[in-house]
C-alpha cells in the first residue's frame, strides 16, 4: 500500500453490521478520492439448507416455518438492495463514484478485489432477536492472496485515537507496514504509535531508518517499547489506539489473535502484506 489507492471494495452480508464497513469504506474514498465499490456476498450455507425438505427457520412473532429456497433468495435479495441503497447514499455524502455487485460465492477471500484494491469489512455482526450474534465470517488468513492492505473495521463514526503500527523489524515488509499506517494516520487527522521490541528500538540506525518512512508526512510520531509478557491489546488499550496495523505474517495477525484483539479493545485492525 505505497501508491494511490484507486478503489476501495467493501464485502457486505446479510449478518454483518454494514453501516460500519460501508460508513469507513466511503470516507476513506473520500479523502482518497478513490472509487467506491460494494460487494454483497450471498451466504452459500443459507441456499444449501433451503434446498433440503426439512429446512425449518423461526421468526420472531411467527414461530417456526418452513425454510424455502424462495423464501431464503428474497430475504438475500432485500438485504443486498438494502445494501446498495446504503452504499449509494454515503459516496454521495462524500462525493465519489461507487458501483455494486452481487456474489454467491463466500469461499473467496478476494471477492472482486485486485492486488492494489483497498479491501474494507466489518467484524461487528447484528445481533439477533437482541440475544445473540452470529460469527463474522471476515477473519481473513493472513497468508490469503488478493489486496495487499485490509481493513476490518469495528465501528464507524467515533474520531479514531491514535494509530499503531507493530513492527518487528525493519525490513521491507516493516516499510509497507509503516507506509500503510502512515496514510490510515494522515486520512484520520491522527498520530502514530510505532509499537516495537525494545531490541529493535536499540539497534544502531533504527531512528535513522524510521525518519526515513516518516520523512514528508505531517504526522506526530511516537515509539512504543513492547513489555515482556505483556498482550498487545494491553499497550493498544494504554494508547487509546482506535487502529492497529499488523503484518499478515505476524504471529498476532492470526485469526484467533485478532478475534481476541478486537474483543478485547475494540480496535479496528489493518491488515498489511
Known sequence: MTGAVARIVVLLDAASENHAAIGTAARLAGRWAAHLHGVFVEDDDLIRLAHLPFARQVTLGAGVEALTLREAEHQLRVFAARAREELAAAAQRHGV?????????????????????????????RPIGGHFRVECRWWWNAAASGPSARLLAHREGDPYGAVAALIHDRDAAAERLVAAALRLAEANDAALAVICPPALAQQVGFKTWLDQQLAGHPVAVDIELLRERAPLHRHIAELRCRLVAIHAEAEEASPDRLRELIATVACDVLVVR
Do not use: K
Open 97 to 125: 463514484a461507487w458501483s455494486f455487485e452481487i456474489v454467491r460465492d463466500g469461499s473467496s477471500d478476494g471477492l472482486s478485489a485486485a492486488p492494489d484494491d483497498f479491501l474494507v469489512a466489518c467484524t461487528a455482526t
